[in-house]
């Protein structure tokens, strides 16, 4: 951008330095009759002096307007990026095995108590004399 309007810069510079300098150029014709010669230099071509300036407006204002028409650059596509993917592992979870319980101890296989001097089991009496006896609950064959 900054070297077109440099370069139209230079342009217009050259143009107004050009245009006023033959502006500024004799016009008609001479003439050596000395009454002639004025009324021919002041109205001779009078009627083309508007032409140079309207020329040089006309080229400046094409000028400016092929500048100023310029199409500007299209504006940046947006992308969309989406975030990276993290993964957090979760930290370990230990999980203690359960505590072994010991087993249950065997119970005594069922056995009744006698009472040899009242002659009853028990719970059927709740009190003996002497000693309980150890009987198995099934019979012997």
């Given at each position: ?59 400046a204002g094409a000028v400016i307007g092929a500048a100023a028409s310029q ?13 990276p993917v993290t993964y957090v592992q979760p930290a370990p979870v230990y ?47």
């Amino acid at each position: 951008m900054k070297s077109t309007t440099k370069s139209l810069t230079v342009a217009l510079l050259t143009l107004v330095i050009t245009s006023s300098a033959l502006a500024d150029g004799p016009r008609g014709r001479y003439s050596h009759n000395p009454h002639r010669g004025h009324h021919e230099r002041h109205h001779n071509n009078h009627s083309a002096n508007w032409v140079a300036p309207l020329l040089f407006l006309g080229l400046a204002g094409a000028v400016i307007g092929a500048a100023a028409s310029q199409p500007s650059p299209p504006p940046p596509q947006q992308v969309y990026v989406p975030p990276p993917v993290t993964y957090v592992q979760p930290a370990p979870v230990y999980v203690a095995p359960p505590v072994a319980m010991p087993a249950p101890a065997p119970q005594p296989a069922q056995a009744w108590y006698f009472c040899r001097s009242i002659g009853q089991y028990y719970p059927y009496t709740p009190s003996c004399p002497e000693a309980w006896q150890l009987v198995s609950p099934t019979p012997q064959q």
